[in-house]
């Protein structure tokens, strides 16, 4: 039966007919169906519509039978409505969208092949939106499901790939343009600056969705992007309507770091492997050489993500999405930090533990700041360790359900928190304490490396046992000291320093 077959017979008696018209119908075409009788159920008032706006998430299960997807929905068309109202023509038009968005994620799962990536049985996230909150733990939930299914922690540690490493990045593309969505649909007056910067104000057609989600420079490691951004560059538009500048000499640059990684990262894993952590020599050491070794365990460690990053950001340079604007110098020089996702210096000699998601995986920084620190922070009232504490779990979870993950998180919270405390003394030394304050820098810069290092042990071993292991064997330094330095912060209360008057009026 051909989609167009199926449509009419839906669209003439869509409640009776809706099981066995799709049963009989390839994937796609089902798909297709489902979203004819959806949408024009909404515009001919054939439908309980209160029941249809709640049609947020569905999850297609490969290879389970066609009917399944198709009988829920039956349900939610029967069932008696819960009002007689009509929708407004505002959420008439969003939850048509919605359902558009829905066929565009079925289509996106099923026709676009990465099915076949997956083992029997595997979900495929269809995200995109009933109401204001579905999609976010929905894609959440199933990335989480992926990460137990392939238990992805130990093939990385073999130095092996699956296909998490595509989810973690799609699943923050999913989000993203849902929730860019919804903010097109209301007013400009209640959204940050960053809100109406990538607010989306029309629905993107499947072809630009599928092209945005499966970009094929971002899909395994990054960065992640905004799909407003990468509208306008598809289109011509924003910054690259006029004149591209040439990304020869960017691209280059990005892929000789990547070279000097790798070679750093190959002559340095040797020395330092991580399964010293459970030998005996390693409790056989004396404390500063344990504590030196997590620091050099780390230091090498990182190096395989400065590779994959520049590669990644070589690949969007030269195809000229990387550009990002021009300097304001005379003559003006080209940017291409779109896509640069890590500051190696930047992390290496951080001043303060608060720079670090400023230069290391700067893309999902910057991403889980606007998708989920901004949003936990209720109108006319500051952020607090609860919001960070919420952001860092989020990104947790994100990576993997690994014991090693969480805990680091955690630990990356306590982290930032004691080096804002330390932060805060220093600003309120006064002017003519100089050499206390370059004192009080140089400890904050030596208490993130200490904490930094000594964290990054669980994202590294990832299981419970050789986390806590390695995090006795130093004594819990690292944990205890951040949590000394926030105790200490209710007690020594340092006052406001004095703002000069340019600092006032910015």
């Given at each position: 039966m051909s989609p167009s077959m199926a449509s009419r017979k839906l669209k003439r008696n869509p409640h009776a007919q809706l099981t066995n018209a799709c049963g009989r119908l390839s994937a796609p075409h089902a798909a297709y169906s489902l979203y004819v009788l959806t949408s024009q159920s909404i515009l001919n008032n054939s439908s309980p519509r209160g029941q249809i706006r709640n049609?947020?998430?569905?999850?297609?299960?490969?290879?389970?039978?066609?009917?399944?997807?198709?009988?829920?929905?039956?349900?939610?068309?029967?069932?008696?409505?819960?009002?007689?109202?009509?929708?407004?023509?505002?959420?008439?038009?969003?939850?048509?969208?919605?359902?558009?968005?829905?066929?565009?994620?079925?289509?996106?799962?099923?026709?676009?092949?990465?099915?076949?990536?997956?083992?029997?049985?595997?979900?495929?996230?269809?995200?995109?939106?009933?109401?204001?909150?579905?999609?976010?733990?929905?894609?959440?939930?199933?990335?989480?499901?992926?990460?137990?299914?392939?238990?992805?922690?130990?093939?990385?540690?073999?130095?092996?790939?699956?296909?998490?490493?595509?989810?973690?990045?799609?699943?923050?593309?999913?989000?993203?343009?849902?929730?860019?969505?919804?903010?097109?649909?209301?007013?400009?007056?209640?959204?940050?600056?960053?809100?109406?910067?990538?607010?989306?104000?029309?629905?993107?057609?499947?072809?630009?969705?599928?092209?945005?989600?499966?970009?094929?420079?971002?899909?395994?490691?990054?960065?992640?992007?905004?799909?407003?951004?990468?509208?306008?560059?598809?289109?011509?538009?924003?910054?690259?309507?006029?004149?591209?500048?040439?990304?020869?000499?960017?691209?280059?640059?990005?892929?000789?770091?990547?070279?000097?990684?790798?070679?750093?990262?190959?002559?340095?894993?040797?020395?330092?492997?991580?399964?010293?952590?459970?030998?005996?020599?390693?409790?056989?050491?004396?404390?500063?050489?344990?504590?030196?070794y997590q620091y050099m365990a780390g230091f090498t460690a990182r190096w395989k993500y400065y590779f994959i990053w520049s590669i990644s950001e070589a690949s969007i340079i030269i195809c000229g999405l990387g550009f990002s604007g021009w300097t304001e110098s005379s003559p003006p020089k080209p940017k291409w930090d779109r896509a640069k996702n890590v500051d190696i210096l930047g992390v290496e000699f951080a001043k303060s533990a608060v720079q670090i998601p400023l230069v290391w995986n700067i893309q999902v920084s910057t991403w889980l700041r606007h998708y989920v620190y901004d949003r936990l922070i209720q109108n006319g009232k500051k952020p607090g360790f609860f919001q960070l504490l919420a952001t860092q779990t989020v990104s947790a979870v994100w990576h993997g359900l690994y014991p090693g993950y969480i805990i680091f998180f955690v630990q990356s919270a306590l982290m930032i928190a004691g080096s804002r405390v330390i932060y805060r003394w220093q600003q309120a030394l006064p002017p003519k304490m100089e050499l206390v304050k370059k004192i009080m820098v140089f400890l904050n810069f030596a208490y993130t490396v200490l904490v930094l290092n000594y964290s990054c042990v669980g994202f590294m071993v990832l299981s419970l046992h050789e986390t806590i292991a390695s995090y006795g064997s130093v004594y819990y330094i690292g944990t205890i000291i951040p949590i000394v330095l926030i105790l200490l912060s209710y007690v020594i209360k340092p006052g406001k320093p004095a703002r000069s008057k340019t600092r006032k009026d910015e």
């Open positions: 049609l947020n998430v569905l999850s297609w299960s490969s290879p389970a039978p066609q009917a399944t997807i198709f009988e829920q929905v039956l349900v939610l068309l029967q069932s008696p409505p819960n009002r007689e109202n009509k929708l407004s023509e505002f959420e008439t038009q969003r939850t048509e969208s919605t359902l558009k968005l829905n066929h565009g994620l079925i289509g996106h799962g099923v026709n676009g092949g990465i099915d076949r990536g997956f083992r029997r049985g595997a979900e495929i996230p269809l995200v995109l939106r009933g109401d204001d909150s579905s999609e976010f733990p929905m894609a959440i939930r199933t990335e989480s499901n992926r990460h137990v299914y392939y238990m992805s922690g130990d093939a990385w540690k073999e130095g092996g790939i699956d296909a998490t490493g595509a989810l973690m990045v799609l699943t923050l593309k999913v989000i993203s343009c849902a929730i860019n969505y919804n903010d097109g649909l209301v007013t400009e007056e209640n959204l940050r600056e960053a809100q109406k910067k990538n607010r989306l104000t029309r629905l993107p057609s499947l072809i630009e969705y599928i092209g945005y989600c499966l970009c094929c420079g971002s899909h395994f490691a990054g960065p992640v992007y905004e799909i407003k951004d990468y509208l306008e560059w598809t289109e011509r538009k924003g910054i690259w309507s006029g004149p591209w500048p040439s990304p020869y000499a960017a691209t280059l640059r990005a892929i000789l770091q990547a070279g000097v990684c790798m070679a750093l990262y190959l002559y340095l894993v040797p020395q330092y492997p991580l399964t010293r952590f459970t030998e005996p020599i390693y409790q056989e050491w004396g404390f500063w050489k344990r504590l030196s």
